[in-house]
């Protein structure tokens, strides 16, 4: 087998393609034949050692790819040879084989595209545990979706109108807007451009989002917070800008409003039934076309090195996909 291999914590420049012994699935695994693999924003901080999970050195990176089953291990009765599957691993998929644990194997229904698969289970596991799970939202609530042209941005648009709701997108170029409002937004707020708090007040009639689904963090978190309605729910996904916001206590007491923390891993972890439902409900609304992964583009997996400057430079819109040959 080859993968991309990790020896260093120095980023993406440092990963090298290399020969490995392909290796056999010990009890409970199985050996995945990668088609796709996509990349999210954790693979750019675990090369960096910046990501809450770190795997002992060297490792592959990849947290989610698709593709077939290609070797079971001892007691793995639920896969077979040739089934294809979806994987969430951590780590493993930036490259041809990967082995994972059979209980983060996901047998794919028909239909279901190995492209879509190897693009769906991180942003939209992540975004339906945020919005339908954690903040409970309903059909008519208002949502404002912080980095909407993202991966888990374009997961949590699609989402939110899948369940009845208002989405107000917002992103850092009109390209991302418009790509929102394409999506099915509502409404766009470009905020390099344009004033969040005033533009927020003009499409609520002063009343403020519902729910704040904030996968950037940073700057942008203490004005969206206190735009936010009575009885709002802030969705702390993520600080893809770089900073932890700080914010005052005193703006949860004037709205009424919750700080809701999202960690999916965890929850994966944690709550395995709940997860599976939430997956199950995800493949149901796939196979009725309300959601689909927003492919950005389709890359050799040669060409990783190139996809993760396109996302450490905010170019992505929706998922990078990387094929094997
Ligand atoms: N809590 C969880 O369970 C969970 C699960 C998955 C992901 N996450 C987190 O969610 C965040 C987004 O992940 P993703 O895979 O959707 O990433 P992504 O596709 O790269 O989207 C991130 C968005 O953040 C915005 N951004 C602002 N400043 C940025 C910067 N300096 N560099 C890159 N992007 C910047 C960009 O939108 P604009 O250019 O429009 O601002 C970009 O579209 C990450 O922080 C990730 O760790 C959390």
Redesign the pocket.
């Known amino acids: 087998m080859q993968a991309w291999l990790c020896e260093t914590l120095d980023g993406a420049e440092a990963l090298r393609w290399q020969d490995l012994p392909t290796p056999e699935p010990g009890a409970g695994e199985v050996r995945i034949a990668v088609k796709a693999a996509s990349l999210?924003?954790?693979d750019l901080?675990i090369v960096r050692g910046q990501y809450q999970i770190k795997p002992p050195l060297p490792f592959v990176p990849g947290a989610e790819f698709a593709g077939h089953v290609d070797a079971v291990g001892e007691g793995v009765n639920q896969l077979q040879v040739g089934m294809p599957v979806a994987a969430i691993s951590g780590t493993g998929g930036f490259g041809t084989h990967a082995i994972v644990k059979a209980a983060r194997v996901l047998p794919l229904p028909a239909g279901f595209a190995l492209e879509d698969a190897a693009a769906f289970a991180?942003?939209y596991g992540?975004s339906h545990h945020a919005l339908v799970d954690r903040a409970q939202l309903q059909s008519g609530e208002t949502v404002l979706v912080l980095?909407?042209?993202?991966?888990?941005?374009t997961a949590a648009l699609q989402i939110a109108k899948a369940v009845g709701a208002r989405v107000i997108a917002a992103?850092?170029?009109d390209e991302?807007c418009a790509l929102c409002r394409a999506l099915g937004a509502d409404a766009s707020i470009n905020?390099r451009t344009e004033n969040l708090r005033e533009s927020l007040k003009s499409l609520t009639a002063g009343k403020g989002p519902d729910v704040v689904y904030d996968?950037?963090g940073?700057d942008l978190a203490e004005p969206a917070f206190r735009s936010i309605a009575w009885r709002g729910r802030y969705l702390v996904?993520?600080?893809?800008?770089?900073g932890i916001p700080a914010l005052p206590w005193n703006l949860a007491l004037l709205k009424g409003a919750s700080v809701v923390g999202?960690?999916?891993?965890e929850f994966v972890q944690r709550e395995p039934q709940a997860s599976a439902a939430a997956l199950g409900e995800l493949a149901q609304w796939y196979a009725k076309g309300l959601i689909k992964p927003v492919i950005d583009q389709r890359l050799p997996m040669s060409e990783l090195k190139a996809a993760f400057t396109r996302?450490?430079t905010?170019q992505?819109c929706g998922?990078l996909v990387l094929f094997n040959a």
């Open positions: 999210n924003f954790p901080l991180f942003t992540t980095g909407a042209a993202g991966g888990v941005g992103a850092s170029s991302k905020y996968p950037v940073g996904i993520g600080f893809a800008g770089g999202v960690f999916w891993g996302m450490g905010r992505v998922k």
